[in-house]
């Protein structure tokens, strides 16, 4: 299973980025995918989830009303939309897929993408 995160990059606050992660190796509608973010010497969070045929969605309340996660089972990629970008936002953002439904727990996650850079400046 391989996953492969693209989209990150220097924005300035109040900007906003679209984050892709496509997925090859595994039956990508039957799971649940999920965003993770490491912020700069901080421990990894959860960012957003949804469920494998899209309806269920979950939001960490940091990014609620900012954030919006979608996939696309035809293409074997989801999305994250980052809009209303606050430097806080700076991290590194993982794509994972889920094991079984949607969750904000990491450990619910088997699979990881290598991490995509965002960099909000203020």
């Known amino acids: 299973v391989q996953l492969q995160a693209s989209g990150g990059g220097l924005v300035q606050a109040g900007g906003s980025l679209r984050l892709s992660c496509t997925v090859s190796g595994t039956t990508f509608n039957a799971y649940a995918m999920g965003w993770f973010r490491q912020p700069p010497g901080r421990e990894r969070e959860f960012v957003a989830t949804?469920?494998?045929?899209?309806?269920?969605?979950r939001y960490a309340g940091s990014v609620k009303g900012r954030f919006t996660i979608s996939r696309d089972n035809a293409k074997n990629t989801e999305y994250l939309q980052m809009n209303s970008l606050k430097p806080e936002d700076t991290a590194v953002y993982y794509c994972?897929?889920?094991?079984?439904?949607?969750?904000?727990?990491?450990?619910?996650?088997?699979?990881w993408g290598q991490g995509t850079l965002v960099t909000v400046s203020s």
């Open positions: 994972a897929r889920g094991r079984d439904g949607v969750s904000a727990s990491a450990s619910d996650y088997a699979y």
């Open positions: 949804i469920s494998s045929g899209g309806g269920i969605t």
